[in-house]
């Protein structure tokens, strides 16, 4: 866990009190909503649909115990009840008092948390792997690099107000569990050809209405170089990124205009400046903020716990959720657990004030005080001895927590659409409530297999929907709320965007629609192994789209059968 120097909690404080006095002006009329909206937005404070709402930065998904009891205390004194963890890693209160957020502010700096620039035209939250740090396929530590972006990119002048809102995600391992192929700029860890630690660095890439995959710019760049190459690429895209239209002001945009060849060529000019000089990273300054992280001290265990192995013979229930939930540790004896946040009937990625300061004692107890969130909105105990694993179990399953979920088809990502965004084209929660309802059955979700399934209230793509193997958009169509639906989109390293089956349905409609989806798999998979992504590619759209609409039209003319003979 990064621990503040005096530096960052000075600079935290400052924010904090400056904004308390920009709040009271504005509370008192002397600053007008134009002049406050940007002041507001630069402190993550957005006016949503009903309520403010107040998204607080998670920096890279890390948080002690004692910061996740802090939000709880937030949700249950400023808000009403719950947090909402976001796929930037992020968590929202979508109900906190304008009046009151210097006071949510201010206890959160207490804890060395903040909400700076998680929202605006800025460099937003650096996300990365999950399971960084712990992950056995990591070729570098992911976290100390995030760090070191973060405190590169907080308060740069220079990028303090670019043309559009600007990602950065890290991945540290071979598999790429950050998304990295669809954010602004994305960086792989690689190794060279004599073993030096480097970054393949991807630009361009991003969801919303221009959905794109990134691409590779430099194939091997060394790690002294990677903050003075990341000004070089935010120089050239704050110089010529549009200003004049926000939909086509991103960074993919001109990099696509540019074409990628031309863009690499302007950075590589601006870099040309910038190698070698101030912002050239050393070992001394790498060990430097590694130092400020805490790290767990694991014990010498065995590879394979006797109890765990026991356990799982003797539990069937706690076998499946292993099966799902448990992930393989770089510490022999030691594994990584995700708590689900998709339950049933719970908007994906909620957490009530009761199960966050739970979490936090399964943190203090089982995980050395340290848990992460997900870009797919649930919790992780990252260092969980394998002779703990089966009282994790039942605790979190007391909690809620323990649905064996994790890569099927219920462990929906969706944002909180129209329900609570003034963005929101349609609602969110209510549409995944019903598919989680339609495939309740686990056994089933089990015979389907890997599915990623996204949702998103409109074009801004919060719900990751275009990399979701099955993706739902929320549309307008003439005041009514409808669904899009496309297939075949998937992140990691094989990332691909999907594709729209045709026309969009009502709401009522959606869960069957997705049902006839996965019926159409099933009858076309070779083996259970083939995975629904895997059918997609082998034989397209078009058998799905045939399934899909032909049983849509044939209910259709029942139900107007039926209209007609009443």
Known sequence: MYQYDEIDQKLVDERVAQFREQTQRHLSGTLSEDDFRPLRLQNGLYIQRFAPMLRVAIPYGLLSSRQLRALAHIARKWDHGYGHFSTRQNIQFNWPKLEE??????????????????????????????????????????????????????????????????????????????????????????????????????????????????????????????????????????????????????????????????????????????????????????????????????????????????????????????????????????????????????????????????????ADRYSFGELRVSHEQNLILSDVKQSELFAVWQEAKALGLATPNIGLISNIIACPGGDFCSLANAKSIPVAAAIQRRFDDLDYQHDIGELDLNISGCMNSCGHHHVGHIGILGVDKQGAEFYQVSIGGAQGNAASLGKVIGPSFAQDEVAEVIARLIETYLARRDSEAERFIDVVRRIGIEPFKENVYGNAHQKREARARQLAAA
């Not at 194939?219 to 935010?234: K, Q, V």
């Not at 002001?249 to 910038?274: N, Y």
């Not at 101030?278 to 070992?283: D, I, K, W, Y």
Request: aromatic share 8%; hydrophobic share 40%.
């Open 101 to 362: 957020v210097p006071d949510i502010l201010a206890h959160l700096a207490m804890v060395q948390m903040h909400a700076i620039q998680t929202s605006g035209n800025c460099i937003r939250n650096t996300t990365t792997d999950h399971l960084a740090g712990v992950a056995p396929d990591e070729i570098v530590d992911p976290l100390v690099w995030c760090e070191l972006i973060r405190q590169w990119s907080t308060f740069h002048p220079e990028f303090a107000y670019l043309p559009r809102k600007f990602k950065i995600a890290v991945s540290g391992a071979e598999q790429d569990r950050a998304a990295i192929q669809v954010h602004d700029i994305g960086l792989q860890a690689v190794r060279g050809d004599n073993g030096e630690t480097g970054f393949r660095v991807l630009v361009g890439g991003g969801l919303g209405r221009t959905p794109i995959i990134g691409t590779v710019i430099r194939e091997f760049l060394p790690w002294p170089h990677l903050l003075s190459y990341l000004d070089a690429i935010l120089r050239v895209y704050n110089r010529y990124g549009r200003r004049d239209n926000k939909y086509k002001a991103r960074i993919k945009i001109l990099v696509k205009e540019l074409t990628p060849e031309v863009f690499r060529a302007q950075v590589d000019a601006e870099w040309a400046h910038l190698q070698d000089g101030p912002a050239t990273l050393t070992a001394a300054e790498v060990a430097r903020i590694g130092s400020r992280f805490t790290r767990p001290q694991y014990l010498k265990l065995d590879a394979l716990s006797p109890q765990y192995t026991q356990a799982l013979a003797r539990e069937p229930g706690f076998a499946r959720w292993a099966g799902r939930n448990v992930h393989e540790h770089r510490v022999p004896g030691y594994a990584a657990v995700t708590l689900s946040l998709k339950k049933t009937g719970v908007p994906p990625g909620d957490a009530t004030t009761e199960q966050m300061e739970a979490v936090a004692d399964l």
